[in-house]
């Protein structure tokens, strides 16, 4: 059998059990009960030539248990469970060369479950490092999002101050269209800009200022567009 402690707990659970310790699947063992209880405070094997006149058997553990040997499963001087074997014939003892095999068994087993707690634990550093790094980088990003988002409300408050300060300097409409375009235009560092008013009919949106040659062409050739027509201005 294979005993192992828990997280958080001073005792161990059965992880592994063939033979008669099949029926103690996932059963707990607390420090000093039975023959590894005692091993788990001692820290040192155990061999019991006979578990059934044992005087610190474990009562309802010790029907068809006869020789018992018990070795810690040890790392850096911590016992993190028990490996163990067990006759169930009255009188057949372990050999001093089987107790030999099964500590050097148990000092591997040790190291290669400390391989294996150390290589889950720096998985588990690495999962949260990415974990980390993808909540800093989606972080990043919005912040990204909300930098532009601000210098784009900050550059249209910039816009409508100038225009309003247009406004109240340019007095003839023309002008003052002209002016707003061109404002558009340079702080937005856009390719084109126009403006679009309503005729008296309120049926053509008619361009009344725009930006560039082909914005000065269109104004000379009286460029408009039918209200509700497939063009996105109309």
Known sequence: YIDMR??????????VGHGIFAMLDR???????????RVLITG???????????????????????????????VQGEVIGVVGLAH??????????????????AELAALALDNARLYQASQDELNTRKRTQDALARANQQLEQDTMTLERRSTLLQVAAEVSRAASAILELD??????VDLVKKRFDLYYVGLFLLDND????????ATGKEGQKMLQNGHRLELGNTSMVG
């Open 6 to 15: 828990l997280p958080g707990s001073v005792g161990v659970m059965q992880m």
């Open 27 to 37: 059963s707990m063992t607390m420090p000093g009960q039975g023959a590894t209880g």
């Open 44 to 74: 040192e094997p155990i061999v019991v030539d006979d578990y059934e006149t044992w005087e610190s058997r474990v009562p309802q553990y010790a029907v068809g248990f006869r020789a018992i040997v018990a070795v810690p499963l040890k």
């Open 88 to 105: 169930t014939t009255p009188n057949q003892q372990f050999s001093e060369t089987q107790i030999k095999y099964l500590k050097q068994f």
């Open 175 to 180: 002008d003052l269209s002209q002016q707003v």
């Open 202 to 209: 309120s049926d053509f949106a008619v361009l009344h200022a």
